[in-house]
């Protein structure tokens, strides 16, 4: 997963890079296609996996790649486009810390609550996960890329659309975990309460073939 979102993210760089500055072009270029190349044995069912070096040194590179750009636009624009990129590695890192600091735990203690987790847990297989982020990915990179060819006035609106929607489909993926939870409970319940009507039945048909055996 966070190869191919990483490769997605810096063939985004490379597309707002390639007329302005050639250095950090060939630099996003070799790091996409490494990234990318890396997917034949990783993406699901993966044979080998980045790991923590692996994954954290393809995060700091895009990283200082984005901050060393020189683009020919706003500064606002410059400092918003690797943000957008980055999206979903950076907003899960965020949210993460938030809600684990609200739990008054570590923010490096490992949970089950990742964007990725949430969408299997409503019922997604896994390869249909990597493939949902890996488009969210692609469509950040497209939206990057237009903000970085229009004024800064209509690079704020696209800005503005972007947030609300991420805020839509977090709220939209809240829901359906809260239905499927508030769905399996009823569920459990009233399987737990037909178990005891079963049983009771049983139960009572037992005692009445036993009182008619004694009547015989």
């Not at 996003?28 to 040194?57: C, E, K, Q, V, W």
């Not at 809260?178 to 399996?184: A, C, G, I, P």
């Amino acid at each position: 997963l966070a190869a191919g979102v990483c490769g997605i993210a810096a063939l985004g760089l490379f597309a707002v890079a390639a007329r302005e500055d050639a250095f950090v072009a060939a630099l996003t270029i070799i790091l996409a296609g490494a990234a990318i190349g890396f997917l034949r044995h990783n993406f699901y069912p993966a044979r080998i996996f980045l790991g923590d070096t692996g994954s954290m040194f393809i995060g700091f590179s895009l990283a200082v790649i984005g901050l060393h750009g020189s683009f020919k636009s706003t500064t606002a624009t410059v400092l918003f486009l690797p943000i957008i990129l980055l999206g979903i590695p950076i907003f899960d890192t965020m949210f993460a810390i938030v809600r684990r600091a609200k739990r008054r735990t570590s923010p490096f203690k490992a949970d089950r609550e990742h964007i990725h987790h949430r969408l299997v847990r409503i019922g997604l297989h896994h390869r249909n996960v990597v493939l949902v982020l890996y488009f969210v990915s692609a469509y950040l990179a497209l939206t990057a890329y237009s903000i970085s060819q229009f004024p800064y006035q209509t690079a704020f609106l696209f800005l503005v659309l972007l947030t609300m929607g991420g805020i839509i489909g977090l709220r939209s993926l809240q829901f359906v975990e809260e239905r499927l939870e508030t769905s399996l409970a009823a569920g459990g319940a009233h399987g737990g309460a037909a178990t005891a009507q079963a049983g009771g039945k049983l139960r009572g048909g037992r005692k009445t073939d036993g009182w008619s055996r004694q009547s015989r």
